[in-house]
């Protein structure tokens, strides 16, 4: 069996030239690409605005050149001789040169001009003071076919190379029908010239300009990222010490003042929940301080006794045993409250909530009420109510009102409840709630002072609270209407008389 061969590592994925780019890009700071990002726009428009002069430039003074050659008298001037022409613009020239023996009939023709006699054979004349002689083009011979008045203009260039823009109108030989192209040329070396020395003048103003808007743009992105920089060093000195609460100053209504504002709200409430959590736990440790103090003595009297081989009464054993029930019980109804309280503000999931009867809810709340308060007289009067909510915690929360009227109503006292129109009301006949003590009646482990001799952890009507608002509605704590004695609780819940 042969030994397997290894297969070859794969390359490297090549990544596209763009796609580099944007690594590139999106690696640097904000700093950094603001600065580029306004180099950028910048250059684009240098330019674009380079580009567009560079052009009006060009078209005005090749329009310059144009202009001079339409108003140029280059014919048709009659030749009395061909001595000196040649069959090519070259040799015509070189005739020139070497003799002055040919001049045009008439009115002096510019030296930059040449004739060509368009037969057989061409041939090429210039005048005595000629220095140039233009290159001549096959498609040069279609302005024969054009009126004596009328022309052509292109650009071309002299044998020489230097470039020119050439005047082409139709002409007669003297004497003959034989025809005769004239052409005019102006030179366009200097306008050329100019225009390169343009397009580096140009590109030193682009490149000044690129340089000059890179350090603007480092220095703008610097003042303006200012507040950004205030922002993070706040977030690390947060995420380094753990201390919210931390705020930056904000200055101005941009986008950047609208940011540190909605930081600083959010420091705030972090602050504010922290706050809450530490209340919490150390009301939620007050408040379990005292039954495990009293399970522990109870359990110590018991072992002590056991250890000393002096056994308690029957009697006084049972009543401890009675003591430390009620207290596992007191416990028990305290976690419970502290768990139900330890979820978020926020509204449960919506899975959780169901279209429930609030009426039903309520004569069961009040069924169980009448077994804590046996003594009492329970009026009731609901009409049906549906409401979409979480039923376990409303119903709860209906039994932490009832607890509360049970809690403070007087021995044989009456406790009325009523449900129309959504609003869910529990009145007892209790001494009431002072006003200075309102406020703070659903805050969690508030207790009124004259009520802290009785059994309970202040948590009640915090969950009352909670559940309520989960569920959209609202309630309240007052004296009774009428200025009888007692507490209206009330609490209003959206819904309607039927399910649905």
Known sequence: ??????????????????????????????????????????????????????????????????????????????????????????????????????????????????FVVVGQTTIVCLPELASKAMAIEPGD??????????????????????????????????????PVLIMVAASTKAVEDSLRQLAFLLGGV???????????????????????DQLTDAVEHIARTEEVGTTIPVQGEDEIARLSTSFNSMSTALANSR???????????????????????????LIRSDDTGRPLPPATRTKLLGNMKAQMQELTVLIGDLLQLSRPDSPKPVRTLAVVALHEIADRAVERAKL???????????????????????ERAVINLLDNAVKYSPPGGTIEVRLDGGVLTVRDHGPGIPPDELPYVFDRFWRSPSSRQLPGSGLGLSIVAQSVREAGGEVSLGPARNGGPGTLAAVRLPGGPAPG
Not at 145 to 157: K, M, P
Not at 206 to 217: D, F, N
């Open 1 to 114: 069996m042969s030994p397997t061969v290894p297969p070859p590592p794969l390359a490297p994925p090549r990544i596209p030239r763009r796609g580099r780019l944007t690594t590139w890009y999106r690696a640097r700071s904000l700093r950094s690409r603001l600065t580029f990002l306004t180099a950028a726009a910048v250059a684009v428009a240098i330019a674009l605005s380079a580009l567009a002069c560079w052009f009006i430039v060009e078209e005005r003074m090749y329009g310059v050149v144009r202009s001079d050659l339409e108003n140029a008298r280059g014919g048709p001037q009659p030749l009395l001789t061909l001595e000196g022409c040649a069959a090519t613009p070259q040799g015509a020239l070189k005739n020139v040169q070497s003799s002055t023996q040919l001049a045009p009939n008439g009115a002096p023709v510019p030296r930059d001009t040449q």
């Open 141 to 178: 011979v279609k302005a024969l076919n054009l009126r004596w008045d009328q022309f052509v203009i292109r650009e071309g260039h002299y044998t020489s190379g230097e470039p020119a823009m050439i005047r082409i109108s139709p002409g007669r030989l003297k004497g003959t029908d034989q």
């Open 206 to 228: 682009a490149l000044g300009g690129v340089i000059l808007a890179a350090v603007a743009g480092r220095l703008v992105a610097r003042s303006a990222l200012k507040p950004v």
């Open 275 to 301: 706050e809450r959590q530490t209340r919490l736990i150390a009301d939620a440790g007050h408040e379990l301080r005292t039954p495990l103090t009293s399970l522990r003595t109870n359990v110590d009297l």
């Open 372 to 394: 804590r308060g046996p003594g009492l007289v329970f009026e009731t009067a609901t009409t049906p109510w549906y409401v979409h909510a979480d039923a376990a915690a409303l």
